[in-house]
């Protein structure tokens, strides 16, 4: 059958489908709590059947949960919520537990706000005027988390032990990524890094565009009011591709670095005598060359690259490109020689040192 096809039958059903959606806004009656039958005025969109909470059986259920979004029933209808309003916190250093030495310091702590490093700031301006949803915790120490269910506050727990590690560290360990190691006050979940390079791969999402996706997730009809974490998630992803690349090619840790064009894919493929070619064959013959395609879609070469002069390379010569010193020293010995076209405003050529 054509699409046109199963449309066609579904079209029939139209109403039954509408019904069901609009049942699904309403609260359900008798309105009581899944876990305990008190009264369930939160429900968790994310889990399934979207189950009814009481405040308390709330912050229990998603405690491991903690970016699920959940939905408050005002008495008309479900308004977006969060669960650090019901109390949710991060622990962190002992595996999900609460750290027996930071109980009497987070009380102490009460109404001190988090450090924050230099680099980060704050934005959520007229808190009052904002969204419940969209309020941090207010006199808490809290984090700034995005994840692909969008940008949470939550209120968090550091390991106090003496042997505690650093909080960058206990924020890696709980696959969240901190913007900075110093003072953290933002932190990416792997999860949003991890999608985040399948829709720039698959869709070509941009990293602005895929923000204000994320913006959008958190609130549809205040996106402007979400705290910007644009240019800390750029600054994150480019040090997760890097790190990823580094699993991926055997390094581990500090034990070793990485040698030039050590993190450049190796083509399978390709001939290798006693590996896929026989030692025998006429390794002279044309199915055995190599062919290496250099900058096929013109765009190898960046001639107005941004402050390149104050840009870090993380991958400088580890892949397929040479060490910039290198690179500068071959332009200073090498005359620029401008190639004229005999072709009549061909795009690919007259734009090839446009990039």
Not at 306 to 313: A, G, I, L, P, T
Request: contains cysteine; glycine residues 6%.
């Amino acid at each position: 059958q054509t699409q046109n096809d199963y449309i066609r039958k579904w079209v029939p059903w139209k109403g039954e489908f509408l019904k069901i959606l609009l049942e699904l806004e309403a609260s359900p009656e008798p309105r009581n709590c899944t876990w305990c039958g008190n009264d369930g005025v939160y429900r968790c969109p994310d889990c399934l059947h979207q189950p009814l909470f009481c405040t308390e059986c709330c912050r229990k259920s998603d405690e491991s949960l903690p970016f699920h979004r959940i939905q408050q029933w005002t008495g008309d209808f479900y308004e977006e919520s969060a669960l650090h309003m019901t109390g949710v916190q991060l622990h962190l250093g002992h595996g999900g537990a609460p750290c027996p030495h930071a109980i009497a310091q987070a009380q102490q702590a009460a109404g001190e706000p988090l450090p924050m490093d230099d680099q980060e700031w704050e934005d959520v301006e007229d808190i009052e005027e904002n969204p419940k949803h969209l309020h941090p915790p207010a006199g808490s120490r809290y984090l700034t988390i995005v994840d692909v269910t969008g940008v949470h506050f939550i209120v968090v727990n550091w390991c106090e032990c003496k042997t505690a590690e650093a909080r960058y560290i206990q924020l890696l360990r709980a696959k969240l990524f901190p913007s900075t190691f110093e003072k953290p006050s933002t932190a990416f979940t792997f999860v949003v890094l991890d999608d985040f390079l399948r829709d720039n791969l698959e869709c070509g999402m941009s990293g602005m565009n895929y923000y204000s996706k994320l913006r959008q997730i958190t609130s549809s009809v205040f996106p402007h009011l979400v705290p910007d974490r644009y240019r800390e998630l750029l600054r994150v992803v480019q040090k997760w591709r890097y790190l990823k690349l580094l699993k991926w090619n055997g390094f581990r840790g500090t034990t070793r670095s990485a040698e030039k064009g050590r993190l450049a894919l190796f083509c399978t493929a390709c001939p290798q005598p006693g590996i896929n070619v026989d030692t025998n064959e006429d390794l002279d013959h044309w199915r055995f060359t190599h062919t290496v395609v250099m900058d096929g879609n013109f765009k190898a070469e960046h001639m107005h690259e941004r402050k390149s002069e104050d840009q870090v390379r993380l991958m400088d010569g580890l892949g397929y490109m040479v060490t910039n010193p290198n690179y500068v020293d071959y332009l200073k010995a090498t005359p620029h020689i401008a190639e004229k076209s005999t072709c009549n405003n061909h795009r690919a050529i007259s734009q090839a040192n446009a990039a």
